[in-house]
């Protein structure tokens, strides 16, 4: 009888390890992180000039306009960063991202004729044609980073729950690092493309 007593207690426990095990994996993800977005503000900043026609503007343009990533003039220029903060949950040894929050600051510099109101209205048409392509160049940068910032919110919302916080921390860390750097590569390659650099 003593036999079947220690056997049923072992038994027990047995169970009651398979139970506290099946708690752990049932642990029900954040509902924050499904709503995840990046938060994104875009500044536009302008660079005055005067110029009696757009060729004289061109001219000032290639001396006082934004220097790119190259060191070269450019008639504009977008420059960009991406900042994360975690907040994590614990549930005994384990460790989750909870909640999460991805910043995306953008400023974007271009040129302001500051009397075209004086110029032909054929200079002023083309002065409005060019300075809309250049502005749907720069945007093309935010749309760049902002997929940079969707690759760090797919990596956050797959991050495992089986290590520690710290740990946790710096491998997305790691990870929003090499997707910037990507970023910044790709837009180098997207400015030699367009060729809108002075040299």
Known sequence: MKYLSLLSLFCCAISLGLNSAHAATQWQASGKLDR?????NVNFKFYDLEAKNMYELFQKIRIVGPAGQTGNK????????????LSFEKNGAQCR????????EIDIVVPRWLNVDSQSEQSQAHWQTYLGALLDHES???DIVLK???KL???IKSSPVNKGCGQLQRQIDKTGHQFLAQAQAESAN???????SFK
């Open 190 to 196: 997207y400015d030699k493309r367009m060729k809108l």
């Open 140 to 142: 093309g940068h935010k």
């Open 153 to 155: 919110i797919d990596n």
């Open 97 to 104: 991202v909870g909640d999460a929050a991805v910043d995306i």
């Open 74 to 85: 450019a008639a504009g220029k977008a420059s960009y960063s991406m900042n994360w903060q």
């Open 148 to 150: 940079a910032a969707d």
């Open 36 to 40: 995840l977005t990046p938060n994104v």
